[in-house]
Nanobody
């Protein structure tokens, strides 16, 4: 089991920055992949960024060069630094942990944090 708690959402003007945090209830070294998803009203949930236990990262094309996923192992926390925010980045952002146990993958989700981008 993994409990995830997101924080850091809020309202920002276009061009601004926010940093989201996702605190895990267990060591993130034991989590195979940590991901950030987002879901805007009326749209499907989309993968924004991922970070493997080995340190590999991947980003959606729409956020490359603007968002950075990182982690602090000592704090069991994963971050999403979001710069140059655009109105289309507005959404509820969810933290996800994917853990493989005995060859079976398990998904765990946080409750989400709202990001609003408007002038």
């Amino acid at each position: 089991q993994v409990q995830l708690v997101e924080s850091g959402g809020g309202s920002v003007q276009p061009g601004g920055s926010l940093r989201l945090s996702c605190a895990a209830s267990r060591t993130i070294r034991s989590i195979n992949v940590m991901k950030w998803y987002r879901q805007a009203p009326g749209k499907e949930r989309e993968l924004v960024a991922s970070l493997t236990s080995g340190g590999s990262t991947n980003y959606a094309d729409s956020v490359k060069g603007r968002f950075t996923i990182s982690r602090d192992n000592a704090k069991n926390t994963v971050y999403l630094q979001m710069n140059s925010l655009k109105p289309e980045d507005a959404a509820v952002y969810y933290c996800n942990a994917w853990v493989v146990v005995l060859t079976k993958g398990h998904d765990y989700w946080g409750q989400g944090t709202q990001v609003t981008v408007s002038s």
